[in-house]
C-alpha cells in the first residue's frame, strides 16, 4: 500500500469519525415505509421466481415485462429501448413534478445465475433472512427504488422537476450495451443515486454506502503456434498451449508495477484433440481498474513482459484490452452525499451508516459520473450478502431503514 492515503478515502475516514448529529425521524414517512415492507417482500419474491440471468435473453424479457408493469403502476412515462449491444434492454421511467432539481435512480434487472438456479437456490425466508439468486443484486435495490418512490408520491410529493428511474438488463455482463445511454442520461441530471446492494449489517464492514469502486475489463492473450502429430512429429509443430502457459506464469504479477490495475489469468480455451498439438490458444484475463488511464498501462506493461522472450520460438502473441466498465471514483459532491445519508440514517435511533472507501466490483455509477455533470452515490440498495455465489440472501429488518433512506434522501435533494 503506498504510504500517501488518497485524498478522498482520508476525507471518509474523517467523516466516519464524526458522529451525524442525530435529529428526529420523520414519523410520517418513517410509518409509511413500515406500511410498504410487506408490498417489497411480495416484490421480491415475485422478481426472483423470473430468472433474468444476463445472458438469458428470454428470462431478461420477462423480467422487462415485470418491471416496466411496475414503473407504469407507479404513474410514469416508460421508455423501452434495446441495448446496443447483446440483447438485453434498458427502461427509462420518467416522472414530472413541480420542483427544479434533476433526480436520478438506476438499478439492473439481470443477474449472474444460469436458468435453472432457483431448483436449488429457491426463494426462502429464514430468520431474518430472503433468499434467492439476485435477491440482493439488484432486484432487493430495483424494489427499494420503485417502493420508496411510490410512498412518496403517495403522500403528495412532487418536489422535483424531473424524476427518472433507470433499468438495464447488462449490468452483470459489462453494460457494454447500456454504459453509453447511463452517461448520457445521468449528464441531464443533478444527481444519480445507484441502487447496489451493501454489505450485511452481520458483516465486519456493516451496511454503508460506497464511495469508489474498481473499474472492470476483460484483457485476452491469443497465441498462434503450428500443429503437428502430437505423437508421431512433435517437432515439426509450435504447441501454442505451452506457449500460453509460460505467458501466463511470466505476467501473472505484472500488475504490481502497475497502480491502479489488477489482472487474474482466469480462462484458458486450446487444443480440441489430444493427439494434435495445439496451434491456438486464447487466454482470457479479469482485469480491475481505479485509475482512469490503469488499462492501458496495464496492456503496455504485459506487451513488453511478453516481448522479454518465449517458451515455444516460432510462435505469435497478440493482446487485446476491452472496453469494459470505467471505475467509480468519487468526489466531494459523492462525499457530501454520504455524509447526507449518514445523516439521515442517525435519524433512526442513531443507525449507523458506513462510508466505504471502494471495492473490487464493478458498478454503473462509474458510467453515471463519466460526464461529470451529476454528483452519483452508490450502495443504496438492500444489506446482504452472497452476491455471485451460492445462497444469495437480504435482511429483513434493514427493508424500512433502506425505504426510510431513500425517500428522506429525495426529499432532502429535492428541496435543494
Same mark, same amino acid.
Given at each position: 500500500? @503506498?504510504?500517501?492515503?488518497?485524498?478522498?478515502?482520508?476525507?471518509?475516514?474523517?467523516?466516519?469519525?464524526?458522529?451525524?448529529?442525530?435529529?428526529?425521524?420523520?414519523?410520517?414517512?418513517?410509518?409509511?415505509?413500515?406500511?410498504?415492507?410487506?408490498?417489497?417482500? =411480495?416484490?421480491?419474491?415475485?422478481?426472483?421466481?423470473?430468472?433474468?440471468?444476463?445472458?438469458?435473453?428470454?428470462?431478461?424479457?420477462?423480467?422487462?415485462?415485470?418491471?416496466?408493469?411496475?414503473?407504469?403502476?407507479?404513474?410514469?412515462?416508460?421508455?423501452?429501448?434495446?441495448?446496443?449491444?447483446? /440483447?438485453?434492454?434498458?427502461?427509462?421511467?420518467?416522472?414530472?413534478?413541480?420542483?427544479?432539481?434533476?433526480?436520478?435512480?438506476?438499478?439492473?434487472?439481470?443477474?449472474?445465475?444460469?436458468?435453472?438456479?432457483?431448483?436449488?437456490?429457491?426463494?426462502?425466508?429464514?430468520?431474518?433472512?430472503?433468499?434467492?439468486?439476485?435477491?440482493?443484486?439488484?432486484?432487493?435495490?430495483?424494489?427499494?427504488?420503485?417502493?420508496?418512490?411510490?410512498?412518496?408520491?403517495? @403522500?403528495?410529493?412532487?418536489?422535483?422537476?424531473?424524476?427518472?428511474?433507470?433499468?438495464?438488463?447488462? =449490468?452483470?455482463?459489462?453494460?457494454?450495451?447500456?454504459?453509453?445511454?447511463?452517461?448520457?442520461?445521468?449528464?441531464?441530471?443533478?444527481?444519480?443515486? @445507484?441502487?447496489?446492494?451493501?454489505?450485511?449489517?452481520?458483516?465486519?464492514?456493516?451496511?454503508?454506502?460506497?464511495?469508489?469502486?474498481?473499474?472492470?475489463? @476483460?484483457?485476452?492473450?491469443?497465441?498462434?503456434?503450428?500443429?503437428? /502429430?502430437?505423437?508421431?512429429?512433435?517437432?515439426?509443430?509450435?504447441?501454442?498451449?505451452?506457449?500460453?502457459?509460460?505467458?501466463?506464469?511470466?505476467?501473472?504479477?505484472?500488475?504490481?508495477?502497475?497502480?491502479?490495475?489488477?489482472?487474474?489469468?482466469?480462462?484458458?480455451?486450446?487444443?480440441?484433440?489430444?493427439?494434435?498439438?495445439?496451434?491456438?490458444?486464447?487466454?482470457?484475463?479479469?482485469?480491475?481498474?481505479?485509475?482512469?488511464?490503469?488499462?492501458?498501462?496495464?496492456?503496455?506493461?504485459?506487451?513488453?513482459?511478453?516481448?522479454?522472450?518465449?517458451?515455444?520460438?516460432?510462435?505469435?502473441?497478440?493482446?487485446?484490452?476491452?472496453?469494459?466498465?470505467?471505475?467509480?471514483?468519487?468526489?466531494?459532491?459523492?462525499?457530501?452525499?454520504?455524509?447526507?445519508?449518514?445523516?439521515?440514517?442517525?435519524?433512526?435511533?442513531?443507525?449507523?451508516?458506513?462510508? /466505504?472507501?471502494?471495492?473490487?466490483?464493478?458498478?454503473?455509477?462509474?458510467?453515471?459520473?463519466?460526464?461529470?455533470?451529476?454528483?452519483?452515490?452508490?450502495?443504496?440498495?438492500?444489506?446482504?450478502?452472497?452476491?455471485?455465489?451460492?445462497? =444469495?440472501?437480504?435482511?429483513?429488518?434493514?427493508?424500512?431503514?433502506?425505504?426510510?433512506?431513500?425517500?428522506?434522501?429525495?426529499?432532502?435533494?429535492?428541496?435543494?
Amino acid at each position: 500500500m @503506498s504510504r500517501r492515503t488518497h485524498p478522498l478515502l482520508l476525507l471518509a475516514l474523517v467523516a466516519a469519525a464524526l458522529t451525524p448529529t442525530a435529529q428526529a425521524a420523520d414519523e410520517r414517512l418513517l410509518a409509511a415505509a413500515r406500511a410498504a415492507q410487506p408490498a417489497v417482500v =411480495e416484490a421480491l419474491r415475485d422478481m426472483v421466481a423470473i430468472e433474468s440471468g444476463t445472458m438469458d435473453a428470454p428470462g431478461l424479457a420477462r423480467m422487462a415485462d415485470d418491471v416496466e408493469k411496475r414503473l407504469k403502476a407507479l404513474g410514469a412515462a416508460v421508455e423501452r429501448r434495446k441495448a446496443t449491444v447483446g /440483447h438485453s434492454e434498458v427502461l427509462i421511467a420518467r416522472f414530472t413534478g413541480t420542483g427544479k432539481r434533476k433526480l436520478m435512480l438506476q438499478g439492473h434487472m439481470d443477474t449472474v445465475y444460469w436458468p435453472g438456479t432457483l431448483k436449488t437456490q429457491p426463494y426462502k425466508e429464514d430468520g431474518n433472512r430472503l433468499y434467492g439468486p439476485g435477491i440482493a443484486d439488484d432486484k432487493g435495490g430495483l424494489a427499494v427504488m420503485m417502493h420508496a418512490v411510490a410512498l412518496l408520491h403517495a @403522500s403528495g410529493w412532487k418536489d422535483y422537476a424531473q424524476l427518472t428511474l433507470l433499468v438495464n438488463g447488462d =449490468e452483470e455482463s459489462g453494460s457494454n450495451g447500456s454504459g453509453a445511454l447511463i452517461a448520457e442520461l445521468a449528464s441531464a441530471h443533478d444527481t444519480v443515486l @445507484s441502487f447496489e446492494p451493501t454489505a450485511a449489517t452481520s458483516t465486519p464492514q456493516g451496511e454503508g454506502v460506497l464511495l469508489n469502486a474498481a473499474g472492470a475489463t @476483460s484483457l485476452t492473450m491469443t497465441v498462434k503456434g503450428r500443429t503437428s /502429430h502430437a505423437g508421431a512429429a512433435p517437432q515439426l509443430g509450435r504447441n501454442a498451449l505451452m506457449e500460453a502457459a509460460y505467458q501466463m506464469l511470466q505476467t501473472q504479477d505484472i500488475d504490481k508495477t502497475v497502480p491502479g490495475a489488477q489482472l487474474n489469468w482466469t480462462l484458458l480455451e486450446t487444443g480440441k484433440t489430444r493427439n494434435q498439438i495445439p496451434e491456438l490458444a486464447t487466454v482470457g484475463g479479469d482485469v480491475r481498474l481505479t485509475q482512469a488511464d490503469a488499462g492501458e498501462r496495464l496492456l503496455a506493461a504485459v506487451k513488453a513482459k511478453v516481448a522479454e522472450g518465449k517458451r515455444v520460438p516460432d510462435t505469435e502473441v497478440t493482446l487485446v484490452l476491452g472496453k469494459g466498465r470505467p471505475p467509480f471514483v468519487g468526489d466531494a459532491r459523492t462525499l457530501a452525499l454520504a455524509k447526507k445519508a449518514q445523516a439521515i440514517y442517525a435519524e433512526l435511533g442513531g443507525r449507523k451508516l458506513a462510508l /466505504h472507501p471502494g471495492t473490487g466490483g464493478g458498478t454503473d455509477a462509474a458510467f453515471a459520473q463519466q460526464s461529470g455533470k451529476a454528483g452519483v452515490l452508490e450502495s443504496m440498495g438492500l444489506p446482504g450478502a452472497g452476491y455471485h455465489a451460492r445462497d =444469495e440472501y437480504i435482511e429483513i429488518d434493514t427493508i424500512v431503514p433502506r425505504l426510510y433512506l431513500t425517500s428522506r434522501m429525495l426529499v432532502e435533494l429535492g428541496r435543494e
